[in-house]
């Protein structure tokens, strides 16, 4: 096996103390990362989420009081989805029973504290219920409660060193748990419905004093560690309605906090945390969505950041189906390509990768789109996987068309985040890549951050690759990021360096941009963007990704496709002299086959790379990552060899211009 593929780790004296935590947990944050809610000075007049809570409390609906099931359906809606598993989706429903967690195995032991465990017992939880409901086999019933005893047998919801009780665990487990009771309610005994309600009310109590507004209080809206937990409350409100008085100030909670994050989100459908993250994170904002829409009667969908959410995902996907463009923390690069190790379980069991898809079900009949449909349909044809298939049955609108993905224009400007899609066409032998240049956030950050002081940002998930591109051709994953990292930093992608150094203030921790000004990373753009069917050019102005210090005035990469070739541009004025870098990153171990010639080898094809400016110095070096550590210290994990790098450099100078051309 190529020594490039394999885990390399050189582990310093910190790494080798800590547990022993996957590489990319979607749990994980830095320590100094404020995830979820920070206490800064107090502002003047009540805090807005009061005033939210107030103005949309999002109580019960009257008819629904005192009945189950009540928060995703009822007892009318069960007889309803029970004729549709029988018929038009017959197969749908046989593939959710088919992947019940808790059918398989079970439940993790308390006090459960191995990665996503937890997570895992909530959706065995709720798959088994609506099985049982669907089915009426007593097996299901048993298997729900075994997982429903499981989760009040944990004292601690979440991990015990790290944000117990109101963190991502605890989310899932009042989504499993609420809507499991719920479902099952007149199935279980009193003495059932007691131990689930009171560690219910329990734990939401915990996480909604956590989560409660006052005077100073912030919240990272747009970061999945606020709306994860959130999403599990809003569950946890209408399950238990009837049994709390707490519960109406849960929803209303809920309701204002899910108010912000709708606010805050891309209105181009982007998910800056990246596709790792979209995955994890937008089934909990679909969860909540329709407990406020079905409980609430309080329907929020209206909003492109989730009408336009299906070309997000349509495009980060490669042409080999199977793969992702993985801007960001978004799994593990070289590794998670060669599919060693085992990360690959979760990222792609049985070789296909875990998409969740079927939320663009949902999506497509909440906005009667045909091509988000279309865009699910091909997902499954490609036999991706999804966490919750039981979920299938009640989002897919059998009755809405589906339009074929030929139909869809193969290449999309993502404006508001800056990042350019473009493909030959759909199919797995396209030509293809990615090109992002943007504020970490999105645009719309800097016109709307200091009209809500309730809000922090978060952009750990982000990493500092402004100007940075992603390759696909002749059925390969060509040149790309390194993955997810606990520390990121720009020598991890196809971008520029100067003087060695990257962009915005990286190397701190895990969250590069913290104390940058936004402002400035608002300069960071695509000036123009000319895309057609067989080829590209796009100008992105980079200056404001360094920090002043640097001595960047103007930084222009000019990114351009025709005919097979990328050439890429880099014009450089500085206030003094500064060695300009340019990069290009593989999977393995990069040959020099010419004075300035270099092959990035790939499977089946490789990149051809030249360098046209005469005058430059090519490096080739490994590629090494500070990947993440444990939850609580994200950016304390061990360093990791993954892949090698081109790195080209012009002697030091105020101006500067560096061409390179890349095919396969």
């Known amino acids: 096996m190529n020594p490039t593929f394999t885990r390399r780790r050189f582990l310093g ?19 100094r990362e404020s995830l979820g809610t920070m206490q800064g000075k107090a502002m003047s007049g009540p805090h807005p989420l009061e005033t939210l809570m107030k103005a949309h409390p999002a109580a019960l609906r009257a008819e629904l009081r005192g009945v189950h099931p009540r928060v995703y359906t009822t007892k009318a809606g069960l007889d309803d989805l029970r004729q549709r598993a029988k018929g038009s989706q017959r197969a749908e429903w046989q593939k959710g029973l088919a992947g019940l967690i808790a059918m398989r195995e079970a439940p993790a032991v308390a006090p459960a504290q191995k990665r996503r465990a937890q997570n895992n017992t909530a959706i065995g939880i709720i798959g088994a219920a609506l099985a049982y409901q669907i089915e009426g086999d007593a097996k299901y019933l048993e298997a729900a409660k075994r997982y429903m005893d499981a ?3 944990y004292d601690v919801w979440g991990y015990t060193f790290s944000k117990p009780d109101i963190d991502l665990a605890a989310g899932h487990l009042l989504y499993g748990l609420g809507a499991g009771y719920d479902l099952l309610y007149d199935a279980l005994t009193e003495e059932e419905r007691k131990r689930y309600r009171d560690k219910l009310i329990r734990q939401a109590g915990i996480l909604a004093r956590h989560f409660s507004p006052k005077p100073g209080k912030s919240y990272s809206y747009s970061q999945n560690h606020c709306f994860i937990p959130i999403a599990g409350l809003a569950v946890a409100a209408y399950a238990v309605w009837d049994d709390t008085p707490e519960a109406a100030q849960w929803a209303a909670l809920s309701r204002a906090i899910f108010t912000r994050v709708l606010e805050v989100a891309s209105p181009d459908g982007y998910f800056y945390e990246g596709v790792e993250y979209w995955i994890f994170s937008m089934p909990w904002i679909i969860h909540a969505l329709d407990a406020f829409a079905h409980a609430a009667g309080d329907d929020l969908y209206d909003t492109p950041a989730l009408s336009k959410a299906h070309l997000y995902i349509a495009h980060s996907i490669t042409p080999n189906g199977q793969d992702i463009y993985d801007f960001g923390d978004a799994f593990e690069g070289p ?5 060693i190790g085992e990360e690959p379980a979760r990222t792609h069991p049985g070789g296909k990768l875990n998409s969740n898809y079927n939320l663009l079900y949902r999506l497509a009949a909440r906005f009667r789109n045909p091509e988000a449909q279309g865009v699910a349909d091909w997902m499954a044809s490609l036999g991706h996987v999804c966490a919750e298939d039981f979920w299938t049955l009640l989002w897919r609108d059998p009755a809405l068309k589906s339009s074929p993905m030929s139909a869809m224009t193969p290449h999309h400007h993502f404006e508001d985040l800056g990042t350019v899609y473009w493909r030959s066409d759909w199919t797995p032998k396209a030509t293809a890549f990615a090109f992002r240049a943007g504020p970490p956030e999105g645009h719309h950050v800097a016109h709307v951050i200091d009209k809500l002081p309730d809000w922090h940002l978060e952009m750990g998930h982000s990493h500092p690759d402004a100007g940075s591109f992603i390759l696909f051709g002749g059925g390969s994953y060509l040149t790309g990021p390194m993955g997810y990292a606990g520390i990121p930093k720009s020598n991890l992608s196809n971008t520029l360096l100067i003087d060695d150094h990257g962009q915005a203030n990286e190397g701190g921790g895990h969250d590069a941009f913290r104390d940058y000004p936004y402002a400035r990373l608002d300069s960071i753009r695509i000036a123009s963007a000319k895309l057609e069917r067989d080829r590209a050019d796009i100008v992105a102005d980079l200056a404001g990704a360094y920090r002043p210090e640097l001595g960047v005035e103007k930084l222009e990469r000019r990114f351009s496709y025709a005919r097979g070739v990328w050439t890429v541009t880099d014009t450089l004025r500085a206030s003094k002299p500064v060695v300009l870098t340019a990069q290009v990153h593989g999977d393995r171990a990069i040959t020099q086959t010419g004075a300035q010639s270099f092959v990035v080898p790939g499977q089946p094809a490789s990149l051809k790379v030249d360098v046209a400016t005469v005058g430059a110095k090519a490096v080739i070096a490994p590629g ?16 990791e060899e993954r892949g090698a790098v081109l790195r080209v450099s012009l002697p030091a100078s105020k101006t500067a211009t560096l061409t390179t051309t890349l095919k396969f």
């Not at 004296?13 to 320590?31: G, K, N, R, T």
């Not at 590794?335 to 599919?339: A, E, G, L, V, Y």
């Open 13 to 31: 004296a910190a790494a080798l103390s800590l547990p022993a935590f996957s590489l990319s947990s979607a749990l994980a944050q830095d320590a």
């Open 151 to 153: 989760a009040v047998s």
């Open 335 to 339: 590794i998670t390509r060669s599919r």
């Open 624 to 639: 090494i990552v500070v990947a993440a550590g444990p939850p609580g210290n994200v950016d304390k994990g061990p360093k």
